[in-house]
């Protein structure tokens, strides 16, 4: 039976993996920043809460960590093993993205073209960073931001997503709706327009699952 120790003890191992404070983490995953302080473990009285099933599906959604890997944090030697599965991923910056060589027709990183980064291991195999330039994403990602896309992570309303476009562009939005014949972009910075594209002038659509910060 899991203890209440080992839970909380695997919350703070994910942050320590993705190089996130605890209150990073519950930021991230659109929760609370206190979400997962000490203080917020044991209530005044003495008694243990728990952290709710529901922010911990958002924090897995949000770092792109699996439950076989959360489970690996709890219990003897998980402190050991924080960055044993620490991977190279394909880097990229986002102006070279919308060149010719580096995805395939379904979004999935391809070539020899591509620095790396070392970054904890991520749940898709595919999953690669794109460097950010420029202020059009401000305020969400400013010049020099890296963010981690996984193109095998399902894209739902409301997801921070890059798209590229059948005519090179490279656009990293909010996906606002999507429907059989419109894809609706949201854009972060709020001096740029959103965008409406014909779905078939979209070649592939990401979702971001990390971005730094």
């Known amino acids: 039976m899991l203890s209440h120790n080992q839970i909380w003890a695997a919350i703070d191992a994910l942050a320590a993996r993705f190089e996130m ?8 995953a659109g929760l609370d ?17 728990w952290p709710s099933t529901e922010s911990i599906a958002k924090i897995l959604d949000a770092t792109g960590a699996s439950v076989d890997l ?11 093993g924080l960055h044993a599965t620490r991977r190279p991923l394909p880097l990229i910056g986002l102006a070279q993205a919308g060149d010719g060589g ?9 070539g020899g073209g591509w620095d790396e980064i070392d970054f904890p291991s991520v749940a ?10 420029g202020d059009s994403m401000l305020p969400a990602y400013r010049d020099g931001d890296r963010v981690i896309v996984s193109p095998n992570s399902p894209v739902r309303r409301g997801d921070r997503v890059v798209a590229k476009t059948t005519a090179g562009e490279v656009l990293a939005k909010e996906l606002k709706r999507q429907t059989a014949k419109t894809i609706e972009l949201k854009s972060l910075n709020p ?16 979702r971001i699952v990390w971005a730094s910060q």
């Open 102 to 110: 580096f995805f395939d027709d379904g979004g999935f990183p391809v």
């Open 191 to 206: 001096d740029h327009p959103d965008r409406i594209l014909p779905v078939s002038e979209v070649n592939w659509i990401a």
């Open 70 to 80: 959360f489970m690996s944090l709890i219990g003897p030697g998980a402190q050991a």
């Open 21 to 28: 404070t605890p209150s990073g983490l519950a930021r991230r």
């Open 33 to 49: 920043p206190t979400t997962f302080n000490k203080s917020k473990r044991v209530s005044p009285d003495g008694r243990l809460r």
């Open 124 to 133: 898709d195999p595919n999953a690669y960073a794109l460097e950010i330039s």
